[in-house]
């Protein structure tokens, strides 16, 4: 079993650089075009992915508590990212099928009980809402999407004005 671990891993690096050589010979320098833009492309989604991974977390705790669809999520984008940059054709099919992947198709068996006990089904009138509850506060969905992003507190004196 080691040897054919070992072996898979010295052919990808070698069927990478004869498929580099083939597509050279093939298409020129459009080879090098895709690779210079793919490889930037890899290096955008690894920026764009560190940016909105802290508030990926942070909506997903405010969700439920459990932030690992997000660490998921961001992991497979980090890695794809890696895949685009690394020069290679292969590494960039590998990248594109991870991406093409859709995170919510991903269960956890942590998360799948954790989901299931912490649901609860609220009717009120006409419209039916769904409430997590995460330790000890509930999350209701559809009020928090009315919430305003900013809300600030504005501090003021007030005077009680008496009519006599």
């Known amino acids: 079993m080691r040897?054919?671990?070992g072996l898979i891993l010295l052919?990808?690096?070698v069927a990478e650089i004869w498929l580099l050589v083939e597509l050279a010979h093939r298409y020129g320098?459009?080879?090098?075009?895709?690779?210079?833009?793919?490889?930037?492309?890899?290096?955008q989604l690894i920026r764009e992915e560190k940016l909105l991974i802290s508030g990926r977390m942070m909506q997903a705790f405010a969700a439920d508590g459990n932030p690992m669809k997000a660490m998921l999520g961001s992991a497979r984008n980090f890695f794809a990212?890696?895949?685009?940059i690394i020069p290679g054709v292969v590494t960039d099919m590998i990248a594109v099928v991870l991406l093409l992947i859709p995170v919510e198709k991903i269960k956890s068996p942590l998360r799948a009980n954790s989901q299931e006990n912490n649901k609860e089904n609220v009717s009120y009138?006409?419209?039916d809402?769904?409430?997590?509850?995460?330790?000890?506060?509930?999350?209701?969905?559809?009020?928090?999407?009315?919430?305003?992003?900013?809300?600030?507190?504005?501090?003021?004196?007030?005077?009680?004005?008496?009519?006599?």
């Open 81 to 84: 990212g890696v895949l685009l």
């Open 29 to 43: 320098w459009w080879l090098l075009l895709y690779l210079v833009v793919v490889g930037w492309l890899g290096l």
């Open 125 to 127: 009138g006409a419209s």
């Open 129 to 164: 809402q769904t409430n997590y509850k995460s330790g000890s506060k509930s999350v209701n969905f559809k009020d928090s999407a009315k919430k305003a992003a900013n809300d600030d507190i504005i501090e003021g004196e007030f005077t009680e004005v008496k009519d006599d």
């Open 3 to 5: 040897f054919l671990i």
């Open 11 to 13: 052919a990808f690096p």
